[in-house]
């Protein structure tokens, strides 16, 4: 139910954006990518997926490493605090969509649905059973004559 779901493509391309955008409040000169430490999400085609050129992101880390530290911790817009921020999101999200474990009452999205379609289900298989006497019936009415 949710393959190719709007929700779930929301969430990727936030923590995309929260992976890849520039670090506000650093200073000019100073490392505020993290392609620039040799980490990247490739095309859109690969999902999200990270990729390290390890060569770039050692040198970083031996030439420059408070300058990575500053890359996740910067502040409220550090990719430490963006990444937690898109979790928790995607996180409220999926719940309002899909429902919490745990939960006594699931007014979710889909729970909703899911009751929705046993109901229709229940009716449509009460609708076959009578469906199914008549012809019975009929059949048993035919077999006697």
């Keep these: 139910m949710l393959q190719s ?33 040799g980490i990247n999400t490739g095309s859109y085609q690969d999902g ?8 770039k992101l050692k040198n970083a880390l031996e030439q420059k490493p408070d300058q990575v530290m500053n890359l996740f911790t910067s502040g409220t ?6 990444l937690y921020d898109s979790v928790n999101k995607g996180i409220d999200q999926l719940g309002k969509k ?14 909703t649905r899911l009751k929705d379609l046993d109901e229709q289900m ?10 199914e006497d008549r012809y019975w019936k009929e059949f048993l009415r035919w077999k006697q004559q």
């Design 77 to 82: 817009d550090g990719i430490g605090d963006r």
């Design 122 to 131: 229940r009716n449509w298989e009460g609708k076959l059973a009578t469906v």
């Design 98 to 111: 899909a429902g919490t474990p745990g939960t006594l009452v699931d007014s979710s999205f889909l729970s």
């Design 48 to 55: 999200g997926k990270l990729f390290i050129d390890e060569a």
């Design 5 to 37: 779901d709007a929700t779930v493509r929301g969430i990727v391309s936030d923590l995309r954006s929260a992976w890849m955008s520039p670090v506000s409040g650093i200073p000019a000169g100073e490392l505020s990518m993290l392609s620039q430490i």
